[in-house]
């Protein structure tokens, strides 16, 4: 046997000790591609000793449950050809993987579709039911706490608005994300000040122009008042001062400050909001 033979003999036996040790690939043989076997020839002749051996053995894999190859004839597992451009393809192992990239796509498509049809159906439910400023603040008034939890362990703010004020439409929104911020702190009350039965509410609290928002304590006395459309920064610090029970840096006054929210509903109007 001379030095060439010796040397592929050499190579198909360390293969097959790879191979009976490990699960064979593409990775495992491609190492002796960039190892110091340079004869090309050699390479492939002992790759197709090793192909030979597999076609007369078991792959045997574990997991057979979990979609994991079990049994399968290595004539199925390695096609080998003889040419000078040897190629290794279909491995079980690079099956799996394959099959696993592809649920893996299968799966973020049907995650995009199923958003893009979320998305589009929120998209024509609001373009039929469009929410207006108007809508909003209708909501907002008629999930509003009575007037009678005012002065009940809370601070209170009271804002009335009217379908036709500008302002109240244009601040609707900040209003509203106002709310949220700050509902587990303080009641919202909303009161639709053109109505007829908001009329005692109107004078009492000294409302001659929409909108007009009352900072009322947590005993339920009046403390400050922003009328107009007053930015969100000051809506906010006039809530915070609040809270503090401090004096606003912004406040107007209507003669109604210090007046008893709390025993005037007490006495005149449980059932209104």
Known sequence: ?????????????????????????????????????????????????????RVHNTVLYSNADNGDLADEPAAQAIDIEESDDTTISKTPMLDRLRAEMEAEKRQSRRTFVGAAVASSSWYGWQLLHPSTPTTLLSTLTRSSPPLATVGKGRPTIVEFWAPWCENCKATAGEVWRVREAYKNQVDFVF????????????????????????????????????????????FEESIKSLLDETEPRFAMETGAEGKNVKTFVANNMKDIK
């Open 1 to 53: 046997m001379n030095r060439a033979s010796a040397r592929c003999v050499f190579v198909a036996l360390l293969q097959l000790t790879i191979c009976i040790i490990l699960p064979a690939n593409s990775y495992h043989l491609s190492l002796f591609s960039s190892s110091r076997v340079t004869n090309s020839a050699c390479l492939r002749r002992s790759q197709i000793i090793v192909s030979r051996w």
């Open 191 to 234: 009161v639709q000040g053109d109505t007829p039965e908001a009329m005692d509410l109107v004078d009492f609290f000294h409302v001659d122009a929409i909108p007009h928002i009352t900072f009322v304590s947590s005993s339920g006395v009046i403390k400050n008042n922003l009328i107009g459309k007053a930015p969100r920064e000051i």
